[in-house]
Nanobody, 124 residues
Framework: QVQLGESGGGLVQAGGSLRLSCAAS????????MGWFRQAPGKEREFVAV????????YYTDSVKGRFTISRDDAKNTVYLQMNSLKPEDTAVYYCAASRINGVIVAAAAYDYWGQGTQVTVSS
């Protein structure tokens, strides 16, 4: 069992930056690929970024490539999402998730554990 807790969301102006953190409980954090998803009002949850167990593989949805960076610190049981050059369309609740499957995983159904989410609001 893994429990996930996101933090770092907030209100930021367009062009600004935020760093989201997701802390995981348990001693097996390094056994999971970690992903970030987001859900905007009235829209379905969408994939944002993923990092493999080793951290050597990452993948991003096209709309955030070059602006967002996912990373992990297994010593701290934490995964991060650095978000730069934020746009109003990035406004959403951001969720982190853990998957037992190693590698680049974009399907939400492949994730086993989810956090409660953190709100990110980007004003124009």
């Amino acid at each position: 069992q893994v429990q996930l807790g996101e933090s770092g969301g907030g209100l930021v102006q367009a062009g600004g930056s935020l760093r989201l953190s997701c802390a995981a409980s348990g001693r097996t954090f390094s056994s999971y690929s970690m992903g970030w998803f987001r859900q905007a009002p009235g829209k379905e949850r969408e994939f944002v970024a993923v990092i493999s167990r080793s951290g050597r593989s990452t993948y991003y949805t096209d709309s955030v490539k070059g602006r967002f960076t996912i990373s992990r610190d297994d010593a701290k049981n934490t995964v991060y999402l650095q978000m730069n050059s934020l746009k109003p369309e990035d406004t959403a609740v951001y969720y982190c998730a853990a998957s037992r499957i190693n590698g680049v995983i974009v399907a939400a159904a492949a994730y086993d554990y989810w956090g409660q989410g953190t709100q990110v609001t980007v004003s124009s």
